[in-house]
Structure formats: C-alpha cells, structure tokens
C-alpha cells in the first residue's frame, strides 16, 4: 500500500487536530468541514477501503463505529443525530485511500446523492 495523507497523521508528520487516539484507532476533525461536526474515523493499520478489509479487519471497522458513537456522545449530538459515511473507490467518491469513517452532525443534513 502506499504512503498516503492520512498514514503521515498515523505517524505525527503531519498535524491533526485529533479528538481520540488508542492502539487501533485514531480520530481527528476534517479539515475541510461540511457540517459544524465532521470527524474521520480512521484504523491504524493500513486498510485501504471497505473493499480490501479483511475478515479479521471486521472488530477493528466494528470499533470504528462505536468509537464514532462515543464522541458524537461527548460533542452533544447524540440526541438530534448524525451521519455516518464510508466512501469506497472511485465512484463512492473516496479521496484518501485508506479506510475512514466520516462523523457528521451539528445540524440537520440533506442527502445530496446524485450521479456527476
Ligand atoms: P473521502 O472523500 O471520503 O475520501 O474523504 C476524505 C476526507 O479527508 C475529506 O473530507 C477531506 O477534507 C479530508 N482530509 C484530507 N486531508 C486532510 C487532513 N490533512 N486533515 C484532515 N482531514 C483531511
């Protein structure tokens, strides 16, 4: 797999600003928000999509969404709601190749999904 933005954060190459950390996972808010709350989710280990997760993948990805459950939790958006979003590959309109689960709320979301 190759090196990738978000494996330099992984790393602290790079600067995030991050909101969770423990041995698998890391959380840190998107950098071009598209909701008063947008955080990514992301794996530690280098999973590049939904499509190349392994079954022994299936705890950690599963860790994800309760991960993305708790800070909702600890950012009050609990009770209203969120969005959770994966994009695989080119036509789910995944930028970064590595596997990451967006963290959406704050405010009531429209849909928006259309072909290009
Ligand atoms: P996706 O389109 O699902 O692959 O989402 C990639 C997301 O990563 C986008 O929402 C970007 O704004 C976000 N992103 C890209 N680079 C960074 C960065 N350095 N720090 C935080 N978020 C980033």
Not at 9 to 38: G, M, S, T
Not at 63 to 71: G, H, T
Not at 81 to 110: C, F, M, S
């Amino acid at each position: 797999m190759q090196d990738n933005i978000f494996l330099k954060i992984i790393r602290k190459e790079i600067p995030a600003d991050i909101v969770y950390e423990d041995a698998e996972l890391l959380a840190f808010r998107d950098i071009h928000p598209l909701a008063p709350v947008h955080i990514l989710v992301i794996p530690k280990k280098p999973i590049e999509s939904i499509t190349t997760m392994e079954p022994e993948d299936a705890l950690i990805v599963g860790k994800m969404f309760l991960v993305a459950r708790d800070i909702a939790r600890d950012l009050n958006i609990s009770e209203k709601g969120y969005k959770l979003l994966i994009r695989v590959g080119h036509d789910g309109g995944q930028e970064v190749p590595h596997l990451h689960l967006h963290l959406l709320g704050g405010a009531r979301l429209t849909e928006n999904i259309h072909p290009i």
